[in-house]
């Protein structure tokens, strides 16, 4: 159970166009997904909070407008990174919470994440 | 100073031994801990978590927590190749909007048959 969908798991694309990456938690309903940011050896980065039906949380730093962050049901949630250019690449993941039980019950369950190679 | 530290390794070790990763923290308001394993281009998978200061025992893996210093621990028994892999600590830290997660740099642990 608990089992977090990323979508694409790779892409590559020119300078300045607009990627969508689709986060779907499959057999639970998440009210809130997480988007993380993972250059290679380095920590997971925190990049925003998606609660479904409101918006997204930014962490100090990250762009709204460059990030645009979805979360239109308690089951998909989408980034897009805007007019992306090379220094944008990096690894993506997303995770979503399991709202069932107490509250350290509720670990946040990880995609695979999507690596992002922008040319 | 980061938040959570950890020595990023690689740590090699044969198979079979008992492996110990450490993490420091700095903030005092971290109240849950969390240990997750990264395989190569895969997202973390949740191993253990731990709320109060002492032992947590699944398995091959045991979490050490001692809040008077600061200092989390993962020690891992009869480690296998499969064991092969980032470890990342993590805190919980809680926010008006919720509670996030604070990780460490990852440790790199290679386990040779």
């Known amino acids: 159970g608990a089992v977090v969908s990323q979508h694409p798991s790779w892409v590559i694309c020119k300078s300045g166009t607009s990627v969508k990456i689709e986060c779907r938690s499959l057999?639970?309903?998440?009210?809130?997904m997480f988007w993380y940011r993972q250059f290679p050896k380095q920590s997971l980065m925190l990049m925003a909070t998606?609660?479904?039906?409101?918006?997204?949380?930014?962490e100090q730093g990250v762009e709204k407008d460059k990030f645009l962050i979805n979360h239109a049901s308690l089951t998909l949630s989408t980034l897009t990174v805007t007019s992306a250019h090379p220094e944008d690449s990096s690894f993506y993941i997303c995770?979503?919470?399991?709202?069932?039980?107490?509250?350290?019950?509720?670990?946040?369950?990880f995609g695979d994440g999507t690596r992002l190679s922008i040319l | 100073q980061k938040e959570v530290e950890q020595d990023p390794g690689p740590l090699s070790v044969p198979e079979g031994a008992i492996v110990s990763l450490n993490c420091t923290y700095s903030n005092s308001a971290f109240q849950y801990f969390m240990w997750y394993r990264q395989y190569s281009r895969k997202g973390p998978e949740l191993l253990m978590y731990t709320y109060s200061s002492g032992n947590k025992e699944d398995g091959r893996f045991t979490a050490q927590v001692d809040k008077s210093s600061k200092y989390i621990s993962l020690f891992i028994r009869d480690s296998q190749p499969s064991d092969s892999a980032t470890y990342l600590c993590a805190n919980v830290e809680s926010m008006e909007y919720g509670n996030k997660l604070v990780f460490g740099a990852g440790t790199i642990l290679r386990v040779k048959s």
């Open positions: 057999d639970f309903q998440a009210t809130t």
């Open positions: 995770s979503a919470r399991d709202f069932s039980g107490i509250p350290i019950n509720q670990p946040q369950h």
């Open positions: 998606s609660n479904e039906g409101s918006k997204a949380t930014y």
